[in-house]
């Protein structure tokens, strides 16, 4: 492996502007992460008007910032009020607020912080090993390929989504329908504008996740009964004991290889990886009644594994070019709106690009640890700040935020409709999160079909001789079909109902975006 | 297939009377965590779930999933408007024809589990909050082109702070008042960002 391009990513990191940014990205992404109920794809849509108007790989270091901020943001609402931020913390109150309770809120937050930055050092190693490797094996991928990796993806996106699995490939097949929105880029023809100046040039995609995400999110909270929210605990010495560290070493060892491991496959991520990493460490213990009670490896497992598999969930995206779950996608239409399009050549076109922003994760692991200690205090009190106040302030961010992409008023008109949207789904059962991911998919997946089809002459079987494209296909397949098949077997073998702890392939767990 | 496996309750009552104590005083400690990946996916689900409203009825699900098919159904139609081409030569239309043609399938068994869905959420008294906040926003960007963007800005964060969120009178004005001195600084005067405004 040539290491000069990786160094030279060191080099692109190290350039003041490009540190400021990363840590302005850091404790931004702290600060909203921490508001409860708005996660990291909500707060990185919101954020992305901030990311318009600096260089390419500036934004996304940024980007990047933001995204583990906003991951270790909502581990402190998990711990001090038990009010998980997002989806991939919630396993973390179990243990985590039975630890503030004992007065070891300290505790758990530093822990926190150290299983975050192990986690996400060695899966930044790894994925510095893997993903050249993965670019260098899709280099040679062809429309029909990308059709079949496309449609996975978003099959995969929608299986794992909290919820109703029909209901999530019907979100999806509707992103799919909003991204035809516009010219069509073969023909020329107008695709269902009705005649609207403003939506010709196709929806844009900066105001689709703000509404879905951000304002979508904040409706669907207002419904909920404000919770009496006690004054969160007061937290005193951060820096966990040598016992407590001794202890948890083997939860953030295994809870590293396992977050990395799952954040790479698509639909996984950080919530998945939370929760596996959680039942490990539960079932290996030989003290399993602890879990709950406050143990702290029940804090150090999932906060490990869900920063490895937010950093590994980044290899796909950087390498196929096909974003991983609902944050990467909000991450994938920043790097587009950037002019940069993720995909195999992006390693070996763009290295100064992929090194630095590889290389800016280590930089925004460290100031993580660094900023997160000192800064609990300043957490802490925003926290007492009640969320009726601070739900009309984010409001006024999005619309004012939004505005400032393209100047434009209609963007404002749309952010509204998305946001109403994303209330509806919400509220009606449908994850919005495979809707944005097929939408920024959309257009390379028709492209890629049409493509194909034009290659292989309109026969449609040509996709399966392909032996890539063939298998993907397959895969899809399976994957496709197994809800259908599963209860049949389960008949079939009797009501038996076995443990089921590596039943990995059907959680519909909670993607709260 | 949609039933949901990590689903709420069925009984509400359980969900709202939790709402009534701190959130302390119903850790989930007090009951033993789940140790295999299934049950902590429904122990996680609950712990979402705790503050919202009651789901819908079978009658709701059948409207949802039928929302879909029609959806789909004018997907196809509006594809057919355009050239929906052959295979060997697709047009314009075959893309949102294929679409078209999946929602509805899709939509169809939906409206065929309608009886087994229940995740759904009722719309209650509480949703009037959303539409009234929805409205505050349609009036921001309805009046921002007339009179600039801060006598609308006030006016959302104030009806957001006293009528949805019940705070005081004069913290909403003093906060509403506050916030827009602030957007107006970073966004008119620091980063002079061409938002109408009035001064």
């Known amino acids: ?513 | 297939m949609t039933s949901r496996r990590g689903g709420r309750p069925a009984v509400p009552g359980g969900a709202t009377a939790a709402g009534d104590r701190p959130a302390a005083a119903v850790g989930p400690d007090e009951a033993a965590v789940p140790g295999t990946l299934h049950g902590l996916e429904e122990a996680v689900h609950e712990l979402a779930d705790e503050d919202r409203p009651p789901p819908a009825g079978p009658a709701a699900n059948v409207v949802i999933a039928l929302a879909v098919v029609a959806l789909g159904a004018a997907t196809v139609a509006g594809a057919l408007g355009l050239d929906v081409g052959s295979p060997a030569t697709p047009g314009a239309g075959t893309w949102p024809f294929l679409v078209g043609v999946v929602l509805v399938v899709l939509g169809l068994a939906l409206v065929a589990l309608a009886r087994r869905t229940a995740d759904a959420e009722r719309f209650t008294g509480a949703s009037w909050l959303v539409v009234a906040g929805l409205a505050s926003m349609v009036v921001f960007v309805a009046l921002i082109g007339v009179i600039g963007f801060e006598i609308p800005a006030a006016l959302v964060v104030f009806v957001w702070l006293r009528f949805l969120g019940h705070e005081g009178w004069r913290l909403s004005v003093v906060t509403s008042l506050a916030v827009v001195a602030g957007f107006y600084l970073v966004f008119v005067a620091a980063l002079s960002v061409p938002i109408p405004h009035l001064f």
């Open chain 1, 1 to 513: 492996m040539d290491l000069s391009p990786v160094l030279d990513g060191f080099g692109v990191v190290l350039e003041p502007t490009n540190l400021l940014y990363c840590l302005i990205g850091v404790v931004i992404g702290m600060l909203i992460g921490v508001l409860p109920g708005l996660g990291p794809a909500a707060t990185i849509a919101i954020l992305l008007p901030l990311t318009f108007g600096i260089e390419p790989v500036t934004a996304i270091i940024m980007l990047a910032g933001i995204f583990y901020g906003a991951q270790y943001g909502g581990t402190i609402t998990s711990v001090l009020l038990r009010l998980p931020g997002e989806a991939s913390s919630v396993v973390t109150v179990f243990d985590g607020h039975a630890l503030a309770r004992q007065g070891k809120a300290g505790t758990a937050l530093g822990i926190a912080a150290i299983g975050s930055f192990v986690g996400g050092t060695v899966s930044i190693v790894a994925l510095s090993i893997v993903a050249p490797v993965v670019a260098g094996f899709a280099l040679d991928f062809g429309p029909p390929e990308y059709t079949a990796l496309a449609l996975l993806g978003i099959l995969l996106v929608s299986t794992v989504s909290s919820g109703d699995r029909l209901k999530a490939v019907v979100a999806a097949s509707i992103g799919l329908l909003l991204a035809t929105v516009g010219r069509d880029g073969f023909t020329g023809a107008e695709r269902f504008t009705f005649g609207s100046l403003d939506l010709a040039d196709g929806l844009d995609f900066v105001p689709i996740a703000m509404g879905l995400f951000g304002l979508g999110e904040i409706l669907h909270n207002l419904e909920e009964r404000h919770r009496a929210v006690q004054a969160p605990a007061k937290v005193a010495n951060v820096w966990p004991s040598r016992a407590d560290l001794r202890r948890s070493s083997g939860a953030i060892g295994r809870g590293s290889v396992l977050g990395f491991l799952l954040g790479i496959l698509p639909g996984g991520g950080a919530t998945l990886s939370s929760l596996a990493a959680y039942a490990l460490e539960k079932r290996r213990s030989k003290t399993p009644e602890r879990f709950g009670r406050g143990a702290v490896e029940g804090v150090a497992a999932p906060e490990t594994a869900n920063n490895a598999a937010a950093t590994s969930s980044f290899i796909p995206l950087l390498t196929l070019g096909i974003p991983a779950n609902a944050t990467m996608a909000v991450i994938f239409g920043a790097l587009l709106i950037q002019g940069v399009t993720p995909g195999p050549q992006l390693v070996s076109e763009d290295p100064e690009l992929f090194w630095g922003v590889v290389n800016s994760m280590y930089v925004g692991n460290i100031l993580l640890l660094v900023m997160s200690i000192p800064l609990v205090g300043v957490f802490v009190r925003i926290l007492r700040v009640r969320a009726t106040v601070l739900a009309p302030i984010t409001v006024l961010i999005t619309l004012v935020g939004v505005y400032t992409v393209r100047n434009n008023v209609f963007d404002i008109v749309l952010v509204i409709a998305f946001g109403a949207l994303g209330y509806l789904m919400k509220k009606l059962g449908f994850d919005p999160g495979p809707l944005v991911l097929a939408f920024v998919l959309g257009s390379l997946l028709e492209e890629s079909l049409r493509r194909s089809l034009l290659l292989f002459g309109g026969d449609p079987t040509g996709f399966l001789t392909r032996p890539i494209s063939g298998t993907l296909l397959a895969l899809f397949l399976v994957v496709a079909l197994l809800p259908l098949v599963r209860p049949l077997v389960r008949a079939a073998l009797g009501r038996r109902r076995a443990p089921a702890p590596t039943d990995t392939h059907h959680p519909d767990h909670k993607e709260l975006v």
